[in-house]
């Protein structure tokens, strides 16, 4: 009863807030926009302990309000750990010089980050990318619990200043006559960066196509070739999929190293 209600109630409040029932969808020049096709909402039914008072103040955001949102669960330490084999993987796969420096870059939720916070109803994109680097040779000796250690170091040291710099890094010098980036701050791929971006928490194959769930997800241009996606599979509950822009030639060597590395 109480359940229906609910229902009732969420239906009635998609009629007013009809985005939050649409679906993303691809626009112009693959950019992602919201399409409102009133695709509405999931709403899953279960049971707790919890009363009513542990709730709060229902009007306000409160953490607690978190753990009641139905979201898939990766653990941070796992995804980490991908990320060094990638590093490695890659690394080995385009046969970097053992004392060459590489660079793995790793996306940072900035949310908490800035001054004052972003509040916890921003929707949009809210993140940077911090680095840890090394020798390659260093790279492939790297174990699991020293690399979370940098990693968390790396992530805890942005600051709102950080953030800042970061965006001016981005802008670039403008072109007076054109306002656009000058070609010289285009970087050419490189063969010593690794970059991922954690995206499991984002359930893209759920946004449905037709009448059906996506049988595949993946970016369609990424926007550098040396970035890897980690995904939601869209074959295993609790599966995590490898999207990575390579050359050909590079594809069966990288594909043996990482693969490796979980059998």
């Known amino acids: 009863m109480i359940f229906d209600r609910l229902k009732i109630g969420l239906e009635e409040t998609l009629s007013e807030y009809y985005p939050a029932a649409g679906r993303l969808n691809s626009g112009d020049g693959g950019k992602l926009e919201l399409w409102c096709n009133s695709g509405g909402a999931v709403m899953a039914k ?18 607690f309000i978190e753990s009641l949102v139905l979201k898939p669960f990766v653990n941070e330490n796992n995804i980490n750990e991908m990320s060094l084999v990638v590093a490695q993987a890659r690394t080995k796969a385009l046969r970097v ?3 060459r420096m590489v660079c793995l870059q790793f996306s940072v939720d900035i949310r908490s980050k800035m001054s004052p916070p972003l509040p916890q ?24 619990k020293s690399i979370i250690e940098s990693i968390k170091e790396a ?20 072109d007076p006559q054109q ?3 000058p070609p010289e701050y285009s970087l050419p791929p490189l063969k010593e ?8 928490r984002v359930p893209f194959q759920t946004v449905g196509f037709m009448t059906e769930d996506a049988a595949y997800v993946c970016p369609l241009v990424p926007p550098l070739p040396e ?30 190293y990482f693969l490796g590395e979980f059998e």
Do not use: C
């Not at 542990?54 to 953490?63: A, F, R, T």
């Not at 109803?121 to 699991?144: C, D, R, Y």
């Not at 992530?155 to 403008?174: C, D, Q, W």
């Open 179 to 181: 306002q656009t980036r």
């Open 97 to 99: 010089e053992e004392e």
């Open 227 to 256: 970035v890897a996606f980690f995904m939601q599979s869209t074959k295993e509950r609790m599966g995590v999929d490898v999207r990575i822009g390579l050359l050909p030639q590079f594809f069966d060597a990288f594909s043996h």
């Open 121 to 144: 109803s921003f929707t949009g994109n809210a993140f940077v990318f911090a680095s840890i680097s090394s020798t390659s040779s260093l790279l492939q000796q790297q174990t699991l």
């Open 193 to 200: 960066l690794t970059m991922v971006s954690d995206w499991t």
């Open 155 to 174: 992530k805890n040291s942005i600051t709102n200043e950080y953030v800042e710099n970061y965006i001016k890094a981005l802008e670039g010098p403008p």
């Open 46 to 63: 279960a049971l707790t302990q919890v009363k009513i008072d542990d709730l709060g103040d229902l009007s306000k955001y409160n953490e």
